[in-house]
């Protein structure tokens, strides 16, 4: 009996849908060569063709990196400081996918409240656990409504934003 006790939970274990996700397996400060198992488009990362101090984003399809989502038109971006993962965001843009983003963190992450769920709320959450940012955004921009999920942490915070974040280009 005990036995399948534990297969029962052993399978409920790693059918989950955030165990089949894999940008969520990557924790913030993870070295760019354990990052790179998970993020196959992080290999063209090469550190001697930036300065020190700057941060490169890539972009992938969030799709391809978390089976069984319902992430269809979300972007994954991950941006790397100091060959390790400082910041995961995930962005999306389309009015047909209305809260992909929303019902994405609310089963996976935390549930940002039903408010956040409406079509005319546009606002911030802090769903941060410890040192683990985690920020839920819904806002308005160029007439479209953008939903945005953002885990960093404390100490790699301030290489997500600003100048020195430099997009990656192929």
């Not at 397996?25 to 063709?49: C, M, R, W, Y």
């Amino acid at each position: 009996m005990k036995r399948i006790f534990i297969k029962i939970l052993l399978f409920l274990f790693f059918s989950s849908p955030v165990f089949a996700c894999d940008l969520l397996q990557v924790p913030i400060g993870t070295s760019i060569n354990t990052a790179q198992t998970k993020f196959e488009f992080l290999d063209a990362h090469n550190a001697d063709l930036y300065e020190k101090e700057a941060s490169v984003k890539y972009l992938a399809a969030a799709i391809d990196y978390c089976e069984g989502s319902k992430l269809e038109n979300a972007d994954l971006e991950v941006i790397i400081y100091d060959n390790k993962v400082a910041g995961i965001i995930l962005t999306s843009v389309d009015e047909e996918f209305n809260n992909e983003i929303y019902e994405f963190t609310k089963f996976n992450i935390k549930d940002p409240g039903e408010d956040a769920k409406g079509e005319s709320w546009k606002g911030f959450k802090d769903l941060s656990i410890g040192n683990l940012l985690v920020y839920y955004t819904k806002m308005e921009l160029r007439g479209e409504i953008v939903e945005v999920l953002k885990i960093t942490n404390v100490k790699m915070l301030n290489n997500t934003i600003g100048e020195q974040v430099i997009d990656f280009i192929q």
